[in-house]
């Protein structure tokens, strides 16, 4: 049986990370911005189901399980926020929404 190296899930999770990183910093619309962080988790849970997998543990695959719970509560509570935002000021860029403003 043939195995995959750690180091292909690693570079493949830096990869996801990054591409996630770059979308949180460079778009303004929020609904792109929860999926670009839900793209970085996912790259989290990649690498520890490679450490899991490389170390012979569960332990790793049982934290995806919990990170995959956080993900789904985060997703829930973000498009609540996103929802509240465009009912109040119609848009769901975040460059065109200033809350602080009195």
Same mark, same amino acid.
């Given at each position: 049986m043939h *195995?995959?190296?750690? *180091?292909?899930?690693l570079i493949l999770s830096v990869i996801i990370f990054l591409i996630? *990183?770059?979308g949180v @910093? /460079? $778009? $303004?619309?929020a609904i792109i911005i929860f999926m670009c962080?839900? @793209?970085m988790l996912n790259a989290v849970n990649l /690498? @520890?189901?490679?450490?899991?997998?490389? *170390?012979?543990d569960q332990a790793g695959q049982i934290m995806v399980l919990m990170v995959m719970t956080v993900a789904a509560?985060?997703?829930?509570?973000?498009?609540?926020?996103?929802l509240s935002l465009f009912r109040?000021?119609? /848009?769901v860029y975040l460059d065109e929404v200033n809350l602080m403003k009195w």
């Open positions: *195995s995959i190296p750690l *180091s292909y899930y996630g *990183s770059i @910093l /460079t $778009r $303004r619309n962080i839900e @793209l /690498t @520890l189901v490679g450490f899991s997998r490389f *170390s012979g509560a985060e997703a829930a509570v973000g498009l609540a926020i996103v109040n000021k119609e /848009t």
